[in-house]
Nanobody, 117 residues
Framework: QGQLVESGGGLVQAGGSLRLSCRFS???????????MGWYRQAPGQQRELVAS???????KYADSVKERFTISRDNSRKTLYLNMNNLKPEDTAVYYC????????WGQGTQVTVSS
């Protein structure tokens, strides 16, 4: 099992919601707590892109395409990163990954999100 374990993806209709989770299983808690973390996605035929990031302190940042719809959060005690996705659109269909921001860790397997129209 790798260091990053993503879960929570699935098939949902447009307008629906999903909550993704990512556990940084092997990371030392203090390192996680201090880290700037992010959610990325890769659609078929496209490059992986950063969609949301959250520092250890301060405000999260979002790609324009997901602003007002996605919310990133973290539970430092569980070394877990979350992504709440609302009002999903077909163009959100992608494999979603977590990593540090910038992405310095080996990638996990990701979790597939498919939004049907």
């Amino acid at each position: 099992q790798g260091q990053l374990v993503e879960s929570g993806g699935g098939l949902v209709q447009a307008g629906g919601s999903l909550r993704l989770s990512c556990r940084f299983s092997r990371m030392i808690t203090s390192v996680f707590n201090a880290g700037h973390m992010g959610w990325y996605r890769q659609a078929p035929g496209q490059q992986r892109e950063l969609v949301a990031s959250i520092p250890n302190r301060g405000a999260a940042k979002y790609a324009d395409s997901v602003k007002e719809r996605f919310t990133i959060s973290r539970d430092n005690s569980r070394k877990t990163l979350y992504l709440n996705m609302n009002n999903l659109k077909p163009e959100d269909t992608a494999v979603y990954y977590c990593n540090k921001d910038p992405d310095t860790l080996d990638w996990g397997q990701g979790t597939q999100v498919t939004v049907s129209s």
